[in-house]
Structure formats: C-alpha cells, structure tokens
C-alpha cells in the first residue's frame, strides 16, 4: 500500500504540469513556424487587407456582406507587417482557442487528462487550413512566388540570389525577382546567365499580365527604375484584384508615393489620408503627408528629388515597348544605373549583338568603363565571327576572352554549342550556353 502512494505521488507533478507543456509546445511551435517558414505568407496575407482605427472604417465594413468576418480578419493580419508580433498573434489566438475548447470539454464531462491532447485539435485544424490557405500547401509555384514577393518587398538582393542558386525559380515572376536582385547589386550584366533566364520576357514585361502577386513585385521594380506611371499603373491593377473590395497598405503606400514623384497632391493625400488611420502605416503616412502640404520640401527629400530626376517625363503608354521605356528614361536621365543596366541585358537577351554593342559603346562614352562579363562575352564571340581581322570596339579582360575563345573553339571540335565539354562549368554559365539553348528551343517550336 505504501509503495502505490509513492509510486501516485510522482506521477502527480508531471500529470499536472503536462496540459500546460503541451498547450506551451504547440504556441511555440506556431509561433517558430509564423518567424521561419511562413513568414512570407504571413506578409502575403497581411498586404491584402487593411485596418482602419476608426468608427466611419468600421461601421462600413459591419454593414457590408461578411463584413464582420472581414473587420475580424483585417484586424488581425494588420499585426503580420511585424514579424514576431505577427507570430505573438498567431501564438496566443491559438491558445484562446485551445483553453475555450478544454472548458467546454470540462463542461461535457470529459475531464479526464487523456482528452487534453484533444483540445488542441480546432487550434491546430485552423492554423493548418486557414493560415495556411489550399493553394500554399498544394501549389510549389504559388509558394515560390510568395516567398519571392516578400523578399522584394523587404529587399533582401542576397537572399532572393542565394534562393535562386538552391534552386531552379519555377515561376517568371521570381526570375524577374532574381534579376532585379543583380541589378540592385550592380551585377545584372556580369552574372545575368550565372541564373536562369527565360528570355526578354523574364526581365521586365509591359504591364499586361493580372497574377496579383506579379503586380505587387513589377510595381516596386518599375517604381525603382523610374517607370513611375508604369508602376501606379500596376499598384492600382492589383488594388482592383484584391478580393471583397479589400484594400492594400502596401498598394497605398506604392499609390501615395508615385503621385508625390508625379506632384498629384490632391491624389497623394487621399491615400495618405486612410493609412494615416492605421497602426503601422501611420508614422510614414503623417511624414508625407508633410511634404504634400509643402510641395518645395519633396524636390528636396533625397527620396523623392532621385525618382523625380529619373523618372519618364510623360505618359510611358506613348512609347509602349520596353526597350523604347528604357532609352526613354536615359534620354532624359543618361547617369540612371538601373536604366542603363537593363538595357544592356534586355538586349542580351534578345540576342541582339548589334543592340549590345551600340548600348555598350553609348555607356562607355556617358562614363567610361569595363564592359561588364557577359557584355564581353557577347562582342568577343559575335566579333570574331563577322570582323576577324579587326581590333575590338571595347577593351575585354584576359580571362574572359580565354574562356570565350576556348568555348568556340570546342564547339568547332565537336560542332554542337551544347555537347557534353560545354554542358559543365565553367561553360554552363556564359551568355553563349545561353544562346545555344535559346536556339534549339526556337527550331523546337518552329514547324516542320
């Protein structure tokens, strides 16, 4: 009898303490979860929804169709802008959740400790399928784009370069991500084909597509470059895609921006108006708000003073292809980098050799300069071919000419671009591999 005591006697501390360390393990696995893996999700769904701090916001929204589940749903995703705050959300919901199921357990006489374990399930059922929507469990490409958009979003260049070396982008929308990485490093034309590159069409493309998530990456790219009305025109596109007339502080904050840069006040405040009565787009709302009210203090905020130089002057519709958009902005801006830089790939892109050298030799005379990598590539295999007595237009690096002539020289050994010598390092990752791959799918298309 002594011996059942003691032996009752030990196992009552750990029983008692097992609710509350299972309860404490599925709040800290959620909230490790929302500050890891799903931290883009949690932005994704954060930038499509907006919460107003006040009573006008508020009664509008009740008075709508499901406008109590959306007043609730934007009031919590507001938290996500933040990460760890977000997760602390996420955490501590679950566990409201999870305490209400055990008392009403508790209540229907299931008090026994073997159906605690059971209290978690709503918790953990809700976190799976509704934080975590159908298409980011089942769709690779839909994930992949999150997790592209967000690191654009928060202008991570390394990481968004390091995720594209890991592994292949699925997606158009991450290559356009992976190249605007480069340019933002001042790399676009050097290691444009240390990456996968589908074409022109994987560097910038002319506002016609409708992929939500693509908007809101195109519109920062564009903005950045100084394709100001280009990229107003994307945040707006992609403000009317969003679901049951939601709004968008990141797409207000885009909004508010281009129409300061444009010097449309009027326009500006209205979206600086509505994020001014939200948490934490408050603070950046009130601040430019103070520059539309004093329009001489926006030519000279060093943000704003940059894009309005850079910008193109007019309407981009007026010249409608991409290549005539960028030698507008240089026309108008000849020192802007990015401009200049994606020109040059553009150009790369579309195997265009007289295109690159004329682009080239036009930015060496701006500043003189080394052509970039893949630049030089491009000449010294085009140049030997059509001009092989003469000297070449722009000064090369040794190495890079080595490897490009030993990289023709085999393909006139085995007379295939793509044999299996070329089809390893370092030939794998040079602007003629690009070529050669780029050839045989157009005879794949092409009809017999």
Request: with cysteine; net charge positive.
């Amino acid at each position: 009898m002594k011996t059942k005591t003691k032996t009752n006697s030990r196992k009552l501390p750990i029983s008692r303490h097992l609710p509350l360390l299972l309860t404490l393990l599925m709040a800290v696995a959620m909230a490790a979860l929302c500050m890891g893996p799903l931290r883009a999700l949690l932005s994704w769904h954060e930038q499509q929804h907006l919460f107003r701090w006040t009573p006008a916001f508020v009664r509008e929204l009740w008075a709508e169709p499901g406008g109590g589940r959306e007043l609730a749903v934007s009031f919590v995703t507001q938290f996500f802008y933040v990460g760890w705050l977000g997760a602390l959300v996420v955490a501590l919901l679950a566990v409201a959740l999870q305490v209400l199921v055990w008392r009403v357990m508790r209540l229907c006489r299931l008090r026994s400790l073997w159906f605690y374990p059971l209290s978690l399930i709503p918790s953990c059922l809700l976190f799976a399928y509704v934080l975590i929507p159908k298409s980011f469990r089942e769709d690779a490409s839909f994930r992949e784009a999150v997790s592209y958009d967000y690191l654009v979003r928060t202008h991570q260049w390394d990481a968004i370069l390091k995720k594209s070396r890991q592994r292949e982008p699925l997606t158009t929308n991450a290559i356009w991500c992976t190249n605007y990485a480069l340019a933002m490093h001042g790399q676009l034309c050097d290691s444009l084909f240390h990456y996968p590159q589908s074409g022109p069409d994987g560097l910038l493309y002319d506002a016609r597509r409708v992929e939500l998530l693509s908007l809101y990456s195109m519109s920062d790219i564009f903005f950045q470059i100084g394709m100001v009305n280009d990229a107003e025109r994307m945040a707006f596109d992609a403000k009317q895609l969003l679901l049951h007339r939601n709004a968008s502080g990141r797409l207000y904050r885009r909004l508010a921006e281009c129409n300061i840069v444009n010097g449309d006040s009027a326009v500006a405040a209205k979206y600086l108006h509505m994020l001014s009565s939200t948490l934490f787009y408050k603070k950046w709302a009130e601040r430019n708000r103070a520059l539309i009210i004093s329009p001489e203090k926006a030519d000279t905020d060093p943000f704003y003073a940059e894009r309005r130089r850079m910008r193109v002057r007019g309407d981009s519709l007026i010249t409608p292809s991409l290549p005539h958009k960028l030698q507008a902005l240089l026309s108008d801006c000849p020192d802007n980098r990015l401009a200049s830089d994606y020109l040059l790939a553009y150009q790369l892109l579309r195997m265009d050799f007289q295109g690159v050298l004329d682009a080239e030799l036009k930015a060496q005379r701006q500043k003189p300069r080394l052509a970039p990598w893949a630049v030089q590539e491009c000449i010294i295999g085009n140049w030997v071919l059509t001009h092989p007595n003469d000297s070449f237009p722009v000064s090369l690096r040794q190495d890079v000419f080595q490897r490009t002539m030993q990289m023709m020289q085999l393909t006139q050994q085995t007379g295939d671009m793509l044999s299996a010598p070329l089809l390893a390092d370092p030939y794998v990752h040079t602007y003629w591999h690009y070529f050669a791959v780029s050839q045989r799918k157009l005879k794949t298309r092409s009809p017999q």
